[in-house]
């Protein structure tokens, strides 16, 4: 896994955020007891969920100790673990499982995604949003670059990426035993300050994988400033300076 840094990712905690309160506010559930988020992060998502359900007793579960203890500093009536999402089993059958942007990082969705769903109460719901933007600009010339002259044989074990399917996919996996299943696309237009906040934006997720695999800090140091080189031509500034940045994103939410 890569590592985390919670400062970093809270750079854009609003447009980070967004998705996590579109997904909550489209559970139709009233009154859940037991909720657990997945890949709670630094706690910014669970807040989400403390405050559209009050009375729930609400785990957030993530696998960086960082940002664990991020959590922990932001809201200490909640219930904080450090724990694998895949391996994940409850003591008690949960009313909600939610997951904001976390289970790109977990492989093999084919098998984690039924496990993760059978541990649902009867009546309860399975959310989960997960980036879909994989083929964007910002991600083909990322990996365009890991894979230039100047930098394949610092990258020559494969760089870990995201693991995402289409919603297709989802619905044929879990259709056969939900009740029901909402899925729906949402694609952002984040207005950031100009290039070099995407290159902030992606410090904080999809470029640690490549950071990670670099050995020294001046080579990290290079290779974020090679990365905003060849992605300036992909987002011109607006009249203001600044750029848009389109984010799509997937969602669902799977019944029991």
Known sequence: MPTWNAGQYLRFSDERTQPCRDLAA??????PERIIDLGCGPGNSTAVLAERWPKADITGLDSSAEMIAAAQK????????????????PAQPCDLIFS???LQW???????YPHLFRQLAPGGAFAVQVPGNMDAPAHQLMRELATSSEWRDDFS???????VHDLPFYYDLLSPVAH?????ITEYQHILSGPEAIVEWYKGTGLRPFLDALKTPERKEQFLA???RVIIPAFPRQSNGHVIFPFRRLFMVAYS
């Not at 074990?157 to 693991?163: K, L």
């Not at 029901?180 to 729906?184: G, I, N, Q, T």
């Open 26 to 31: 489209r559970i139709a559930l009233n009154d």
């Open 74 to 89: 932001s809201r200490a009536d909640i219930r904080w673990m450090t724990g694998d999402i895949a391996s994940w089993r």
């Open 100 to 102: 904001n942007a976390a």
């Open 106 to 112: 977990v492989p093999d969705h084919a098998a984690v």
């Open 157 to 163: 074990a494969p760089v870990r990426e995201w693991f």
């Open 180 to 184: 029901r299943m909402d899925l729906w």
């Open 226 to 228: 090679d990365y905003l």
